[in-house]
């Protein structure tokens, strides 16, 4: 169910608390604090080295490495850590934040994050997914700018707390989003076919194309460099992702495996026409999706 056109610009006046000031967690405190309306900002990290870096990067936010400190008295708590991290974070996080407070997140995968969350929260959880990011990882890449026009899919269940569906939409909206909503499970299977496989075909290409003489990535041009660029992502952060959403990934590697086989069969038999078939399809398949932000 769609949310465009829903204004959220209103003063919100809420204590925020992220956790995780990485490219994610940082870009969104930078949106935050450029949108006004929100009471302060605190950022949680788990290092003291994250937490000097964090300090300089977002002067107007409090950062600090104890969790008491970080959510006393926030009204709603961002997880943008890791997958596993965040399914870890849960029961330590409940310990120490108000009762009233909503926790939202900002995880590739939903199944088992909201399952999980869930189960520690109740309704007061919801998940969420911003489609916005890079190859580049870390505060250092983060910027106030990263979530406009950015789809954010909020992933609300039957257990879903309308508060906490309310806020949860106000803060990613704030944060220049546009919102749209599935469940955790329709999410996980539209991610695996235009997230996660791409990535994951990213990474297969450049080991084709490399593995057997890596020097000739210096001759290397714009295709290349494009259709692989994603495959510079975190290769940590990359495995649990295709591996908490394994059945849904490797139903895309089967079906790009067929779809090169057809290509294999029409190069095999010389056959031109079945050739710039395959390819003109591609193209107006390409071009039916919408243009990019």
Known sequence: MPLFGQDFSGALNRRVTILGP???????????SRAGGFRDITIWARREEAVREAAARLPTCQVTHDLATAT???????????????????????KYLPNRAVVTDAGSVKGKIVSCLEKIFGGRFIGAHPM?????????AARENLYDGAV????P???????????????????????QEMSPEAHD??????????????????????????????????????STRIAGGPEGLWAEIFLDNSAEVLSGIHDLQTALETLKLAL????????????????TLRASQPPAI
């Open 157 to 179: 269940t039957a257990c879903t707390d309308a508060s906490a569906h309310h806020l949860a939409a106000e803060l990613w909206s704030a944060a220049g989003c546009a919102l």
């Open 189 to 226: 299977r539209a991610m695996a076919r235009i997230s996660h496989l791409p990535h994951a075909a990213a990474a297969a290409l450049v080991h084709a194309a490399l593995a057997r003489d890596p020097s000739l990535a210096r001759l290397a041009g714009g295709g290349y460099r494009d």
């Open 132 to 140: 916005a990011g890079s190859e580049q990882s870390g505060l250092r």
């Open 72 to 94: 006393a008295d926030c009204d709603i708590a961002v997880l943008c850590l890791s997958p596993h991290a965040i399914e870890l974070i849960g029961t330590e996080l409940k």
């Open 268 to 283: 095999n038999s010389g056959n031109r026409n079945a050739v710039e078939s395959f390819l003109a399809d591609a193209r």
């Open 22 to 32: 990485g490219l994610i967690g940082g870009s969104l405190a930078m949106a935050l």
């Open 152 to 155: 954010c899919i909020l992933t």
